[in-house]
T-cell receptor
Framework: DAMVIQNPRYQVTQFGKPVTLSCSQT?????MYWYQQKSSQAPKLLFH???????NEADTPDNFQSRRPNTSFCFLDIRSPGLGDAAMYLC?????????????FGPGTRLLVL | GDSVTQMEGPVTLSEEAFLTINCTYT??????LFWYVQYPGEGLQLLLK?????DKGSNKGFEATYRKETTSFHLEKGSVQVSDSAVYFC??????????????FGSGTRLLVRP
């Protein structure tokens, strides 16, 4: 049973061409997260939504935006992808964002920038 | 700031060998601690967690004990299988301040188990 779904699994874009990655969840969780994971590195939180409240990490570049039109869906928009944005992008959810809660991850979207 | 340090991999073991992956952390207060596993081509899955000192998390034969005195959360398994080959991430979630929602990951340790 898929709980956190990410599409597409692989995305190829051109330098500077906007790209959108999508995430959906069937868990009805309040919190959705976007992480960036570069090759052989730890996942790094970009931002998260608590319901409709958007929370940006201080060091997330302005090039990265997000939308959450409803509980189930969340999008990551990269306005002008650079070569350094090539990475795996992981979507995760948790029920209420408490520090004891499990975060449930999707399979990730691997982004390649040409 | 808060951080997690893991032993570097890859760790290569023969099937049925004993596994230890070291993890230490730096944090203000008493964070929750997690081990996540990432199988090839997949997202991260929770393996186990512990939310207070001396708690032991366990799942699928893996164990880790929250040691406040040594700020450690080492992962162990008595007998590994080929199917355990994956990347293992130690992570913490701060308990204080505005960052209590986030996971801070270590750099991951790749485990390769040979038949």
């Amino acid at each position: 049973d898929a709980m956190v779904i990410q599409n597409p699994r692989y995305q190829v874009t051109q330098f500077g061409k906007p790209v959108t990655l999508s995430c959906s969840q069937t868990l009805n969780h309040n919190v959705m997260y976007w992480y960036q994971q570069k090759s052989s590195q730890a996942p790094k939180l970009l931002f998260h939504y608590y319901d409709k409240d958007f929370n940006n990490e201080a060091d997330t570049p302005d090039n990265f935006q997000s939308r959450r039109p409803n509980t189930s869906f969340c999008f990551l928009d990269i306005r002008s992808p650079g070569l350094g944005d090539a990475a795996m992008y992981l979507c995760a959810t948790s029920r209420d964002g408490g520090n004891q809660e499990t975060q449930y991850f999707g399979p990730g979207t691997r982004l390649l920038v040409l | 700031g808060d951080s997690v340090t893991q032993m570097e991999g890859p760790v290569t073991l023969s099937e049925e060998a004993f596994l230890t992956i070291n993890c230490t952390y730096t944090a203000t207060g008493y964070p929750s601690l997690f081990w996540y596993v990432q199988y090839p081509g997949e997202g991260l899955q929770l393996l186990l967690k512990a939310t207070k000192a001396d708690d032991k998390g366990s799942n699928k034969g893996f164990e880790a004990t929250y040691r406040k005195e040594t700020t450690s959360f080492h992962l162990e398994k008595g007998s590994v299988q080929v199917s355990d080959s994956a990347v293992y991430f130690c992570a913490l979630s701060p308990r204080v301040g505005d960052s209590s929602y986030k996971l801070i990951f270590g750099s991951g340790t790749r485990l390769l188990v040979r038949p």
